[in-house]
T-cell receptor, first 116, second 114 residues
Framework: NAGVTQTPKFQVLKTGQSMTLQCAQD?????MSWYRQDPGMGLRLIHY???????DQGEVPNGYNVSRSTTEDFPLRLLSAAPSQTSVYFC???????????????FGPGTRLTVL | AQSVSQHNHHVILSEAASLELGCNYS??????LFWYVQYPGQHLQLLLK??????LVKGIKGFEAEFIKSKFSFNLRKPSVQWSDTAEYFC????????????FGGGTRVLVKP
């Protein structure tokens, strides 16, 4: 298994440009999520999905869109990049359990994004 | 909303010293607790987790953590650190009703001097 993979590893954008960060997992996990990591703030949840066709907002969803057409893929789209979106982005996945239970989340290697 | 606090932003130790990192959370119900580690240039890896049972949890690489429900704490410990423990450590909490959503603390950067 490759686990959770993310592309690209690094990206530089100009303000206003759009791009999609790719995330894929081959563990048949129902739950997938996107976090951003900023110094001193830990990881903050952007969007998550409990299965194909189902997505929901996390703590900091503004400026980001997601979709989940397959179990394996969970792309994150920046429609109009802003300098405030400069960050390291991590995708994670796990089995999706009923409320009251949870499972270990597996993280991808991250995408370092700079918006000028 | 639940929150997680890690008291130390930076810790500097010498090899063989003992390490303890504090983690407190704010949520009154059932919680699942995690410690993740991020080595320089790498992604997050799970160190240990607590779901239920014995509140003293042992993880990989000699780490352990103790869940004290009355103090809303889940502190991480290692009796004797190595240079290879240099990393950033994150405490994370999943509230029982929140499905798989994790709330992370701000992280603690640990530097172990050889």
């Amino acid at each position: 298994n490759a686990g959770v993979t993310q592309t690209p590893k690094f990206q530089v954008l100009k303000t206003g440009q759009s791009m999609t960060l790719q995330c894929a997992q081959d563990m048949n996990h129902e739950y997938m999520s996107w976090y951003r990591q900023d110094p001193g703030m830990g990881l903050r949840l952007i969007h998550y999905s409990v299965g194909a066709g189902i997505t929901d907002q996390g703590e900091v969803p503004n400026g980001y869109n997601v979709s989940r057409s397959t179990t394996e893929d969970f792309p994150l789209r920046l429609l109009s990049a802003a300098p405030s979106q400069t960050s390291v982005y991590f995708c994670a996945s796990s089995y999706s359990l009923l409320a009251g239970n949870t499972d270990t989340q597996y993280f991808g290697p991250g995408t370092r994004l700079t918006v000028l | 909303a639940q929150s997680v606090s890690q008291h130390n932003h930076h810790v500097i130790l010498s090899e063989a010293a003992s390490l303890e990192l504090g983690c407190n959370y704010s949520y009154g119900g059932t919680v699942n607790l995690f410690w993740y580690v991020q080595y320089p240039g790498q992604h997050l890896q799970l160190l240990l987790k607590y779901f239920s049972g014995d509140p003293l949890v042992k993880g990989i690489k000699g780490f352990e953590a103790e869940f004290i429900k009355s103090k809303f704490s889940f502190n991480l410990r290692k009796p004797s650190v190595q240079w290879s423990d240099t990393a950033e450590y994150f405490c994370a909490v999943n509230a029982g009703a929140a499905g798989n959503k994790l709330t992370f603390g701000g992280g603690t950067r640990v530097l172990v001097k050889p």
